[in-house]
């Protein structure tokens, strides 16, 4: 069975960085393209960065530049480093594969941006 467990989030300053972790349980990990959503307040759930088994990575318009997606698969985790961050990026940060499976999702971190 998969489970993903996301850390690293916390309240930071605008212009701050934090960088997210996500560990992995389970063979899926090695074999599937995983990314990092987020769910502002009142908004619905979106895809703001993935990366395929083999490195390949993808990344929102709204983070671009900013964010930057890792895995280690030796480790089973995914990371993901925000810099610059803005109070727009505040939302529950959560992991799972991309496309992504139901019954994957976690309960996420939380980041807040705010002064």
């Known amino acids: 069975q998969v489970q993903l467990v996301e850390s690293g989030g916390g309240l930071v300053q605008p212009g701050g960085s934090l960088r997210l972790s996500c560990a992995a349980s389970?063979?899926?990990?090695?074999?599937?393209?995983m990314g990092w959503y987020r769910q502002p307040p009142g908004k619905q759930r979106e895809l703001v960065a993935a990366?395929?088994?083999?490195?390949?990575?993808n990344y929102a318009d709204s983070v671009k530049g900013r964010f930057t997606i890792s895995r280690d698969n030796a480790k089973n985790t995914v990371y993901l480093q925000m810099n610059s961050l803005k109070p727009e990026d505040t939302a529950v940060y959560y992991c799972n594969a991309d496309p992504y499976e139901y019954a994957y999702w976690g309960q996420g971190t939380q980041v807040t941006v705010s002064s």
């Open positions: 990366i395929t088994s083999g490195g390949s990575t």
């Open positions: 389970g063979s899926i990990f090695s074999i599937s393209a």
